[in-house]
């Protein structure tokens, strides 16, 4: 908001999220640039056409997607809403900044891409072993170098030490990258299921999932398995009105991944608990399945 005042921008505030609302505002002030995060946007895009029709949109010109990850689903739906040149995606943290840019052509060009490192940005991908990651498709923990960076964290240098290799810093993200350079966030490191010795990215399984139709909001955690140590189970919140059973919602996911990342389970819920910046309290959810064992993945 400085950034914006210091560039003579008129900002625009709401009090409390409501999304007609905020479309109104939208309409009324002719506002250019906003950024948000995947929840409050989604509630716009599935207000009734005959809603949204009444707010014209068109003077939206820099959309910046950041705070959790968009899935794919989402930004088609934005992109039937908005103009097709205003979205950009970013990917960073508190710790390291932004780190990378995806960029309004490649947003349908590139599905579950953040983008390629922004300017003064360098990005290593490493291994478990601590081996630089080199080759296309390979994931790894990645690591940031960047004026941005924290010097450290206040009083948890220990905790910020552990995360550095080099000059190189980690907030426990794993990714991959493609042939041209743009990257890939599978998951938070700690997010990882591990069902039969086999690496589960949670966030994959998720973005397939929130493609269906009846599908409002989901969230996919691992839980106890005395077969595979950890299953992978979906908590999925349908669209008002909407039917859904777990068959259906299993049925879909078969249809789009490799076996081992489709749920095991289903179950169903009013909303999926997040924090204030949109990215969802996965431990939160995890914890009645977990209660009572010594050993919690």
């Keep these: 908001m400085s950034i914006a005042h210091t560039l003579g921008n008129t900002v625009v505030l709401q009090r409390k999220f409501d999304?007609?609302?905020?479309?109104?505002?939208?309409?009324?002030?002719?506002?250019?640039?906003?950024?948000?995060?995947?929840?409050?946007?989604?509630?716009?895009?599935?207000?009734?056409?005959?809603?949204?029709?009444?707010?014209?949109?068109?003077?939206?010109?820099?959309f910046v997607a950041n705070a959790a990850p968009w899935s794919f689903a989402l930004k088609q739906a934005y992109l039937a809403d908005f103009p097709a040149d205003s979205l950009f995606e970013v990917y960073g943290s508190t710790e390291l900044g932004v780190n990378t840019v995806l960029r309004p052509?490649?947003?349908?060009?590139?599905?579950?891409?953040?983008?390629?490192?922004?300017?003064?940005?360098?990005?290593?991908?490493?291994?478990?072993?601590?081996?630089e990651v080199t080759e296309p498709g390979v994931p790894?923990?990645?690591?940031?170098?960047?004026?941005?960076?924290?010097?450290?964290?206040?009083?948890?240098?220990?905790?910020?030490?552990?995360?550095?290799?080099?000059?190189?810093?980690?907030?426990?993200?794993?990714?991959?990258?493609?042939?041209?350079?743009?990257?890939?966030?599978?998951?938070?490191?700690?997010?990882?299921?591990?069902?039969?010795?086999?690496?589960?990215?949670p966030a994959e399984s998720e973005a397939v999932i929130d493609a269906h139709p009846d599908v409002h909001d989901v969230a996919v955690i691992g839980v106890p398995s005395d077969e595979w140590g950890e299953s992978v189970h979906a908590i999925v919140v349908p669209h008002a009105g909407r039917t859904l059973d777990e068959a259906g919602v299993v049925a879909f996911a078969r249809g789009h991944l490799a076996g081992f990342k489709v749920p095991r389970a289903v179950s169903f819920a009013q909303e999926i608990p997040r924090n204030a910046s949109g990215k969802i309290l996965k431990k939160v959810l995890r914890e009645p399945f977990w209660a009572g064992r010594s050993q919690k993945v």
């Design 105 to 131: 052509e490649d947003q349908l060009r590139k599905p579950g891409s953040c983008g390629r490192p922004a300017p003064m940005v360098e990005i290593r991908l490493y291994d478990d072993e601590g081996r």
């Design 140 to 201: 790894g923990e990645l690591s940031v170098r960047a004026p941005s960076v924290f010097a450290a964290y206040h009083n948890a240098r220990a905790k910020f030490e552990e995360d550095r290799r080099g000059d190189f810093q980690t907030v426990g993200d794993v990714a991959y990258f493609d042939e041209e350079g743009y990257f890939y966030i599978c998951d938070r490191k700690k997010d990882m299921i591990i069902s039969g010795g086999v690496n589960v990215y």
């Design 19 to 62: 999304a007609e609302d905020w479309l109104r505002l939208i309409a009324r002030w002719r506002a250019t640039t906003t950024f948000g995060a995947p929840a409050p946007v989604r509630m716009a895009c599935a207000l009734p056409a005959a809603v949204k029709a009444r707010y014209d949109r068109s003077s939206m010109r820099r």
